[in-house]
């Protein structure tokens, strides 16, 4: 793999701004959060509901609408030719959507079967998202284009002549992933893009973002989901978010067979198994719920549910420190590799 870095976050925050009455409350969804995206990348992104991934990715996208409020930390996106951009650098969402969206960032939304305007045909949605960028381009040279991609994807190029709502979910699916991809970006996020799909529909899925990486449509994919065992079949490397933070992040089998942060391990030992020995040890869960991001716990914030917590980790937050392939953040790892 390629180690050209697409993206770099180095203690990247960004808050909710809530009004109750009159009292201003901070909800710190994204919160000191440090990552690396590589050319070649496919970064399963896990972690419970709620713990700040589809945050995160609006985040990367520089998508910072009220309430969401940057805060602080860096991002950055490197394009191809080696262009920089800083989140810093843009006044507004306006000009972060002229300059990075389509072209050097694209992002296929939780909701992404709802993403295509139901009236407007395959082929014209094509149109308006080339021409956005290319403003010379004509609808006839938009449809060709949009074939050529829908046909990379395994769709028959008749879809352009079609309405969203007649083509069934995969399908849809992959119509929203060829749309996002029209410009060839060097970042794709997808977020939860199997959720809403029967068990053989997401292979197909997964199979098309897999084919997007092979034929280098896209340089690197960021696959957001709370599903492990889906994020096995795609990802070389998983980062594992909780509360806010990235816990741990390392390639994907390192992670699977030997997570090292227990919130890692106790989300490994909760997804169910067809396997028989997974069968005879039954599905565990993890005890207790996740943080208030108005009021997190001091230290590392997974003490609170964690059979290991020492008084360290009610006290100070622990840093990523790098063990092998793998970072991990916390204070069973202080000096280097020990057991959990």
Partial sequence: MAMNKRMVLENLRAYYRQLKGTTEYLVKAVDGVNLEIYEGDILGLVGESGCGKSTLAKTLMMD????????????????????????TQFKGKDQ???????????????????ALMPTIKIKKIAYDVLRSNESGITFQEAVKKAKERLTE???????TELYPFQLSGGMRQRAVLAMATLLNPEILIVDEPTSALDVTTQKIVLKSLIKLRKLELVDSIVFITHDISTVRQIANRIAVMYAGKIVETGPTESI?????????????????????????????????????????????RFHPRCPYAMEICRREEPELIKIDETQVACWLYKGGRENV
């Fill in 96 to 114: 972060v959507k002229r300059t990075l969206w389509g072209r050097h960032i694209a992002y296929v939304p939780q909701d992404a079967l709802n």
């Fill in 256 to 300: 699977i067979k030997e997570p090292l942060h227990p919130y890692t391990k106790a989300l490994i030992e909760s997804v169910a198994s067809i396997e028989p020995e997974g069968k005879e040890k039954g599905i565990s869960y993890i005890p207790g719920q996740p943080p208030n991001l108005i009021n997190p716990p001091t230290g590392c």
């Fill in 153 to 159: 994807l395994d769709l028959p190029d008749y879809v």
């Fill in 64 to 87: 910072l609408t009220p309430p969401l409020q940057y805060m602080g930390g860096k991002l950055q996106i490197i394009s191809r030719d080696g262009t920089v951009f800083e989140i």
